[in-house]
């Protein structure tokens, strides 16, 4: 994934691996190292952890998508999914917003019992995803799944759903009717047409690019039932490493 920023000042390359480890779920499914080079000359300037930035960058941007599109008196967050992107987005939106009530969901339960231990306020380990899902105002999916485990008959009307899993065109973890009953935003109108088993599958239209609603080009609907699908770009990567490498560089 190379990507490079004038305004940055930084040329990037994210070298990933992605494995279903089925037999060993203590490795992580996605790997990666991101290699952060001078733009000037193509020197190499670091080699950073890029599983990290990955999960950091991912959280935040949902979090923007969150702070654009969900209902203004949100008060309970679901999260479907108990691995390292459930961590970070829980870390973020539960330092960027005030839910007063966090639902998890996870296909193992164990998991999901093991995720609520392991973050510092109270999180309500729920028996289905249907349970987790039902009153939320903002949902993210972070599975696995490769058919759907979101029902738009569950959602409520305005909420807000980022969905991060599901990053090939067969997969999928929202079905039809939330897909085509909901305002569906992309981080990348080419990625998600080629990528997202959620979109393509369902063909639901696609309203807008989330750059364009940051822009203004395209308004934020925040008074109806939203989707966020996210693949991840890039230029994400770079940003982020930049930043990373600049903290360093000033000794923080």
């Known amino acids: ?36 080079f001078d733009p000037r000359n193509g020197s190499l300037r670091a080699v950073l952890d ?22 203004p008196s949100a008060e ?14 829980y870390d973020i939106f539960t330092e960027l917003f005030s839910f007063k009530e966090v639902r998890m969901w996870n296909r193992t339960k164990e998991n999901a019992v093991k995720f609520a231990g392991s973050v510092t306020g109270p999180v309500q380990v729920c028996s289905s995803a249907q349970e987790a899902i039902i009153g939320a105002d903002v949902i993210i999916t972070v599975t696995m799944a490769t058919t ?28 039809d009717v939330v897909m085509k009953n909901s305002v569906l935003y992309v981080d990348s109108r080419e990625a998600a047409l080629t990528e997202s088993g959620d979109v393509i599958l369902s063909g639901a239209e696609i309203f807008a690019e989330l750059g364009e609603v940051v822009k203004g080009t395209k308004p934020a609907l925040c008074g109806k ?12 990567d770079t940003v982020a490493a930049k930043l990373v490498y600049d903290s360093w560089s000033a000794g923080n």
């Open 1 to 36: 994934m190379p990507a490079y920023s004038a305004e940055d000042d930084a040329l990037t390359t994210k070298l990933v691996t992605f494995y279903e480890h089925q037999e060993d779920s203590s490795v992580p499914s996605h790997q990666a190292t991101v290699l952060l």
């Open 50 to 71: 890029g599983s990290v930035i990955t999960a950091k960058r991912t959280a935040a941007v949902s979090a923007i998508a969150t702070k654009l599109l969900m209902p």
């Open 76 to 89: 309970v967050l679901c999260i479907l999914g108990a691995g390292v992107q459930a961590h970070s987005h």
């Open 148 to 175: 759907p485990i979101l029902f738009g008959e569950w959602v409520k009307p305005g909420a807000h759903i980022n969905a991060i899993g599901a990053s090939r065109p067969d997969w999928r973890e929202l079905d």
């Open 225 to 236: 039932t939203t989707v966020f699908k996210s693949l991840g770009m890039a230029i994400e």
